[in-house]
């Protein structure tokens, strides 16, 4: 059998990383795959159980872990993530995660795999890229020395969004008369109509009504697409480059984005693309952004919109189900991190892809990315899911998202909505908003007669969070993202009794908006009944026992820094508990809680 020889150059692939090289490689491998052995050893168990069934030229998408990164070079944080991080309580030293990937890995894996094209996406957060490459690519890559693990990039197949044609007969005009809010052609009122159900369902009017808009506040919203010459986007404010296609390339996009053109990154995936690609994030950006007074009006019109595009919708005819890529979802998240923004809306997640046992807040991929974002001061709302009884998945498992479930009309939990809890207990989702016949914009498919329908799913609860806690953000600007977490928690329907089909229950967005963070004896969550509240005003702070952390005790060292496998601990997961406590202490800590060994 013909045998390949690589050979990897100490010059041209390797980098020194605090004074430690890396060592050129001479490696023979046949068509026997004598390497076989060695090369299983950093394929993840997911991964191994993929390839098991393949052949060797077969084509996989893959994330190829590095080893380390090179931290020697200074790195400045941006003012807005400083500023996060030492709200939250930590400091604004650069972490692991912050440093970029070494570029001569990914060099390396690039020539690998048969070129750059061939990478998919590179991440900071995970230090590793995402490839499409052969089997037999990925068995060369498990024996570079800069290679820690190869896992499967996870693939969420779901069928497409089902419009009900829309009936107006049960709804009324309903108009809020607001003196100061003045268009182009003066003062207006706002005249809600049919958008009056869902925004008066999480009670978001009278904070119009005192004139907040969302103004000031910047929000990511991942999803499939955007058709933005819809008529209610004629006012959205667009940040600078501040649009994102996964699916062609990952490049920012400058604004004004033109939805003729049917190369536009924003809305196109491949020419002559169908009009569904984009009906969902239309849909979605609608509930949040969308503005057409006495047609609809969504719940933050006046934030800052980021757009990243992640999903890809099959083309008219083709029967195969919508696909979601786990690693352009990690993409959008760090994009969104890269730009310091509020808020990262995603109606979208991977709940079929992994084991229960890893729906635990740090194992999946997303969820990773997700944690990192939080500990970046960004609030994630995400879509807790559609597959009831069935559970959670990632990355709504993460431990300080705002997973949210849907409600009927009559408050009650939707029979589709996905409850609760993780395989550590934790109860999911943690707040839930009207999921069932949202009216929204679309982008006029042939199966419809107007460019509005009616849509349910957990998906169209998200969007009314996440707007929602863009009023309280501009309302309250000096609130931390886990402030505004907790306030839209401890304010909704069932806070004194939270449980996993609503978690704490439908939210009030005008009484998360005034709850008393600095009451004398009010602590975050009472501690978790894990610590004691030290209840003087007008900080009032948790002092937490040995065996948990966080401003609500309500982390676990157990859970996320002591035990080893099944659960996994993430360098980022190790870098938070460390701005909490040295490394020293964090031996200590696991030690006299008797977590270790």
Not at 76 to 101: F, K, N, W
């Amino acid at each position: 059998m013909s045998a390949l020889f690589v050979f990897v150059s100490l010059f041209s692939l390797c980098v020194v990383k605090a004074g430690v090289s890396i060592t050129p490689i001479s490696l023979d491998l046949d068509d026997t795959w004598s390497q076989e052995g060695f090369s299983k050893l950093k394929f993840s168990e997911d991964f191994s159980d993929f390839v098991r069934h393949k052949n060797a030229e077969d084509s996989a998408v893959a994330w190829v872990i590095f080893t380390d990164k090179d931290v020697s070079a200074p790195i400045v944080l941006s003012p807005a993530t400083c500023r996060r991080r030492v709200s939250e309580g930590g400091t604004c030293r650069p972490l692991e995660r912050d440093y970029p990937v070494t570029d001569a890995y990914v060099q390396a894996v690039a020539k690998l795999v048969g070129g750059r094209s061939n990478v998919r996406t590179v991440s900071n957060t995970l230090n590793g890229v995402s490839v499409t490459a052969t089997v037999k690519d990925y068995e060369l890559l498990a024996v570079q020395p800069f290679v820690k693990e190869i896992d499967i990039v996870q693939v969420y197949s779901r069928p497409p969004v089902v419009a009900e044609p829309d009936s107006d007969v049960s709804y009324q005009k309903r108009s809020v008369p607001l003196s100061y809010l003045t268009m182009a052609n003066g003062t207006i009122s706002l005249d809600y109509k049919n958008s009056y159900e869902s925004i008066s369902s999480i009670n978001a009017i009278p904070l119009h009504q005192e004139g907040y808009f969302g103004s000031g506040v910047s929000i990511l919203v991942i999803d499939s697409g955007f058709y933005l010459s819809h008529e209610v986007f004629s006012n959205l404010t667009l940040a600078f480059n501040g649009s994102v296609n996964y699916i062609q390339g990952g490049q920012p996009v400058t604004p004004p984005i033109d939805d003729s053109d049917p190369a536009d990154p924003v809305r196109s995936v491949y020419n002559g693309e169908n009009a569904t690609q984009y009906d969902h994030g239309t849909a979605i950006l609608s509930l949040m952004g969308g503005f057409k007074n006495g047609t609809l009006i969504g719940v933050a019109f006046n934030a800052t919109y980021l757009l990243a595009k992640t999903e890809k919708i099959p083309e008219p005819g083709v029967t195969s189900n919508q696909q979601q890529m786990e690693d352009h979802f990690v993409s959008a998240v760090e994009f969104g991190m890269s730009r310091s923004v509020d808020i990262i809306s995603a109606s979208l997640g991977y709940p079929t892809l992994y084991t229960r046992a890893k729906v635990n807040g740090q194992t999946g991929k997303s969820t990773i990315v997700v944690n990192s974002a939080s500990d970046d001061g960004i609030l994630v709302v995400v879509a807790v899911g559609n597959l009831g009884a069935a559970g959670v998945g990632p990355p709504a498992d993460a431990p300080f998202v705002l997973s949210v479930g849907a409600a009927n009309g009559d408050g009650k939990v939707a029979d589709f909505s996905s409850i609760g809890p993780t395989v550590d207990g934790r109860i999911k989702p943690e707040v839930s908003a009207l999921g069932v016949r949202n009216y929204v914009a679309v982008s006029l498919p042939t199966d419809l007669t107007s460019p509005y329908t009616r849509l349910d799913g957990t998906s169209l609860a998200t969007p009314l969070v996440a707007g929602a806690a863009a009023l309280i953000m501009q309302k309250n600007p000096s609130w931390t993202a886990k402030q505004v977490r907790y306030a839209l928690m401890q304010t909704a329907s069932l806070a004194a009794h939270p449980n996993n089909t609503l978690g704490w229950g439908l939210i009030d967005a005008f009484a998360a908006s005034n709850f008393n963070l600095t009451a004398v004896g009010v602590c975050p969550m009472n501690c978790s009944s894990h610590g004691s509240c030290n209840a003087s005003a007008p900080n009032p702070q948790c002092t937490c026992d040995s065996s948990h952390y966080d401003f609500a005790c309500e982390m676990s060292f157990r859970t996320y820094f002591c035990v080893r496998p099944p659960v996994r601990m993430s360098r980022s997961s190790l870098d938070n508990a460390i701005e909490i406590v040295s490394r020293s202490q964090l031996h200590t800590r696991c030690a006299d809680a008797g977590f270790l060994g």
